[in-house]
Nanobody
């Protein structure tokens, strides 16, 4: 199983980035996919999740209205479009896969597979 994130980098406040996560080695289309983020010395926190059906995403309050999660069940890729980025969005962003129920999506313990992370830095 592999989850490989890309698309991170340095961006100015107000800018945009699109993160990608390419999955392999498991039945991607049957898993809920999510994005988490983590800064040093803090717990990894939920950002967004997309059900295997690809319907409306579920978001942390910090991401609502600025971030959009989407997925391509043919290419086995999940995306996170991030707009109007703020310095507090600076973190390592991870994608993850789960088959847990929706009530568990915000918990890191619900996820079976994780990527290695991609750094996002928002700074002028």
């Amino acid at each position: 199983v592999q989850l490989v994130e890309s698309g991170g980098g340095l961006v100015q406040p107000g800018g945009s980035l699109r993160l990608s996560c390419v999955a392999s080695g498991f039945a991607f289309s049957t898993y809920t996919m999510a994005w988490f983020r983590q800064v040093p010395e803090k717990e990894r926190e939920f950002v967004a999740a997309a059900r295997y059906t690809g319907d409306n995403g579920h978001y942390a309050d910090s991401a609502k209205g600025r971030f959009t999660i989407s997925r391509d069940n043919v290419k086995d890729i999940v995306y996170l479009q991030m707009n109007n980025l703020k310095p507090e969005d600076t973190a390592v962003y991870y994608c993850a896969a789960t088959r847990s129920v929706m009530s568990a999506w915000r918990s890191i313990t619900a996820y079976a597979y994780w990527g290695q992370g991609t750094q996002v830095t928002v700074s002028s």
